[in-house]
């Protein structure tokens, strides 16, 4: 049997969720394009968000550790691709759209810019004037006007559904205005498992590579109330014995499935007991319904507050991110005072954006690595253009 489109289609229709979104009713696309003949509408989305140039060069941009830190510690990449997992089996466990989650997850940090969340800061501080600056919308300006790859049109040419659960897209650290996508309405069941996937990622990657940096040892670990249950559940018993790689893999393990199966089981009891049985149901529904139950969620928390002060906060964290923000600032009010050090591919945009815009984009797109370079050919006297 040959599963073309329509074949596809009906397949959702009979075996997702009342609630899902179903590829065949979506929306639309803002510019009009004849469908794929062998994909989804969702399943075109996430090929055309993976063939990006912004997607590619995730893989050199900070997630905590920059990149001469190690070869072994997450990037903006794997945290994506860990995102894109966790997400399609929170949906696959709930009967949600596992193509729509996917496209949502892997887009959902495109616009990120160098250095993680200290260019971040450093760019909404420059741009404080001048709109500011969100990762959340940065991505956003991605898919819908700076990659150029289409003849009739800027951007990715996305769905509606994919669009609007990026732009509401919400963790503790991110927020977004969808001031265009019926902002009174809750995100969908699909972009809200995209936020949980990704607060978990995050948790469970920054403790194995906290762990594994030496910011923190299995001891210190020992007050959480997570840590605590964690080793009473994997099936190797350091207890004091060197703490090799195999144990903090297991754990690691261990957490992510803990979490998924808790999101997974809690979600679904919220989505019964409120008889939320379409997708409408679910964003008119008063909060969120994808989320832990209260005592994993407050073992969570206990985590992301440890981690913070511990990991985030941590002297050769805090060295970096400093550094991290001069590069930026130092590069952005160059390229401001003097356009025509830009590359005249970006001078172009000149004629259709303020210059603080245009330098914001073209800041944003850079890797770790090309902003170490770009500032050297700016600030160093000896280094050739």
Not at 58 to 63: A, D, F, G
Not at 122 to 137: C, Q
Not at 150 to 168: H, I, Q, W
Not at 192 to 214: P, S, W
Request: proline content about 4%; charged content about 30%; glycine content about 6%.
């Amino acid at each position: 049997m040959i599963y073309l489109r329509e074949k596809l289609e009906e397949l959702e229709a009979a075996i997702l969720a009342p609630y899902a979104l179903l590829s065949k009713n979506s929306r639309g696309r803002l510019h009009p394009e004849n469908e794929s003949r062998s994909r989804t509408a969702f399943q075109r989305d996430r090929d055309r968000i993976i063939h990006t140039t912004a997607f590619r060069r995730l893989e050199y941009k900070t997630q905590v550790f920059v990149f001469y830190e190690g070869d072994h510690y997450r990037t903006r990449l794997t945290h994506t691709l860990e995102v894109a997992q966790l997400g399609r089996s929170i949906a696959r466990g709930l009967g949600a759209n596992e193509d729509l989650a996917e496209a949502i997850c892997l887009a959902h940090d495109l616009g990120h810019a160098p250095f993680g969340h200290a260019g971040e800061h450093a760019l909404n501080i420059m741009m404080a004037d001048h709109g500011g600056f969100n990762h959340n919308t940065q991505s956003y300006r991605v898919v819908t006007e700076l990659e150029n790859r289409y003849p009739g049109f800027r951007g990715l040419n996305l769905t509606y559904e994919t669009r609007e659960g990026m732009l509401k897209h919400e963790t503790d650290y991110d927020q977004s205005e969808a001031t265009e996508y019926e902002p009174d309405k809750r995100a969908s069941v699909e972009a809200q498992i995209a936020n949980v996937a990704d607060e978990m990622a995050y948790n469970a990657h920054d403790l194995d590579d906290g762990l594994r940096a030496g910011l923190f040892t299995p001891r210190d670990l020992e007050e959480l109330d997570i840590w605590r249950l964690l080793i009473e559940t994997i099936p190797i018993k350091w207890n004091g014995q060197p703490f090799d790689d195999i144990a903090r893999r297991g754990i690691i393990r261990e957490l992510i499935g803990a979490c998924v199966v808790d999101v997974v089981t809690t979600t679904s009891k919220v989505l019964e007991d409120n008889k939320l049985d379409s997708p409408l149901a679910v964003q008119q529904y008063d909060g969120n319904v994808v989320g832990y139950s209260p005592e994993m969620g407050r073992m969570v928390r206990q985590l992301k507050d440890y981690l913070y002060e511990n990991m985030y906060r941590h002297y050769r964290l805090v060295r970096m991110q400093v550094k991290a923000e001069r590069f930026v600032a130092a590069l952005f009010e160059a390229y401001v005072a003097e356009p025509g050090m830009l590359p005249m591919k970006t001078q172009q945009q000149l004629e259709n954006l303020p210059v603080e815009r245009v330098v914001c984009d073209y800041i944003a797109g850079m890797t770790d690595r090309y902003a170490l370079e770009e500032w050297e050919k700016l600030f160093d006297p000896y280094r050739n253009a």
